[in-house]
Every structure is written in structure tokens, then in C-alpha cells.
């Protein structure tokens, strides 16, 4: 299964369309997750389209011109068995074509304050402990560091989500 993940800064660009167009069609992905679309339904709807009538998605719609996720699949290889959504992740369980085995997808988008980030990991820890059998993927923007050699710009210190990240990758993982 070939996964690729995108943060877009927005989605809304003659520019952007042709890009992920491109990637679409170099690249081959069954699964393609964007964080930061910045649009809403009529947007994907049309991106999609332009993508194949065989791509599917499921999507968060962004607030305003902040957020939003898009899961895209190709229905040819993926077969989705299960899916669900909050405001900061999109969660597919999906099994590819010709495979018994299943996987939980989630295209995450983590929120800025802490006392949201906690409540944001417990939900994800919640959602793969619904999910035993299948294996687990999780990609995106949790908008979390554990090192500052992850960090680029902005200020240079680790603030205290970072041993919360890390345990969550421990536990998790």
C-alpha cells in the first residue's frame, strides 16, 4: 500500500490543483492524506473529479481559512471498511485490494493549545484501541515536536508537549 502525506497550506490555487495532479499521477498512491486544505466540500469535490472518477475521499472541512484534512483513495486498490472524522483527524480503516490484512489510516491535524493537544492524543489513543486487529498508520501534522533538531523557525525551545508527544509515540508505537 502506497501512502503519501501532504501539509498543503491550502488548496484553493489553479497552482496547487495541478501540483497534486502531478503527484497524483507520478507517484500512484492508493491513499493520499492533505492536512491544511483550507476549503471546503465544493473544493474537494472538484479536486477529486479532476483526480479520476475513481478517487473517493472523505474530508474535514476547514474553519474559515484555518484546518482541514482530506483522505483520498483510489476505490480500484482500496477497499474502506470503516471511517470516521473529528475536527483533527480522519480515520480509515481500509484493506487493499487482493489483502486480508487490515489498516487504520489517520490523517491527523493537531491543535495549537495544550490543553487541546491532551485531549487530541487521548482521542487518537482511544481510536486505535477500537481498531486491535488492524494495523496502524498515522501520519499528518500533530503540530508537536519531541527534539528541537525537528524544529525549523519560530522560537528555539521545546515546550512541555514534547515529553507528552513522546510519551504518546511510546505508547502508541
Known amino acids: 500500500m502506497k501512502i503519501i502525506s501532504w501539509n498543503a497550506r491550502g488548496l484553493n490555487s489553479q497552482a496547487k490543483h495541478i501540483i497534486l495532479k502531478i503527484k497524483f499521477q507520478k507517484e500512484k498512491p492508493d491513499i493520499i492524506i492533505i492536512q491544511e486544505t ?3 466540500n465544493t473544493s474537494m469535490a472538484n479536486i477529486s473529479k ?9 474530508e474535514v472541512e476547514s474553519q474559515g481559512r484555518e484546518g482541514g484534512l482530506v483522505t ?11 471511517a470516521e472524522a473529528t475536527r483533527t483527524f ?46 496502524c498508520i498515522m501520519g499528518g501534522d500533530f503540530n508537536m515536536i519531541t527534539t528541537l533538531l525537528e524544529k525549523k523557525g519560530g522560537i528555539r525551545k521545546l515546550k512541555k508537549d514534547a515529553e507528552l508527544f513522546t510519551d504518546f509515540i511510546d505508547t502508541a508505537c
Open 90 to 135: 480522519i480515520a480509515v480503516e481500509a484493506q487493499a485490494t487482493g489483502n486480508s490484512e487490515s489498516y487504520l489510516c489517520t490523517n491527523v491535524y493537531g491543535p495549537q493549545k495544550l490543553e487541546d493537544k491532551i485531549s487530541f492524543l487521548s482521542s487518537l489513543l482511544s481510536l486505535k484501541s477500537r481498531h486491535p486487529s488492524s494495523k
Open 72 to 82: 483520498m483513495w483510489d476505490s480500484r486498490m482500496i477497499q474502506v471498511l470503516s
Open 50 to 58: 479532476r483526480l479520476g472518477k475513481y478517487i473517493d475521499y472523505m
Open 38 to 40: 483550507k476549503c471546503g
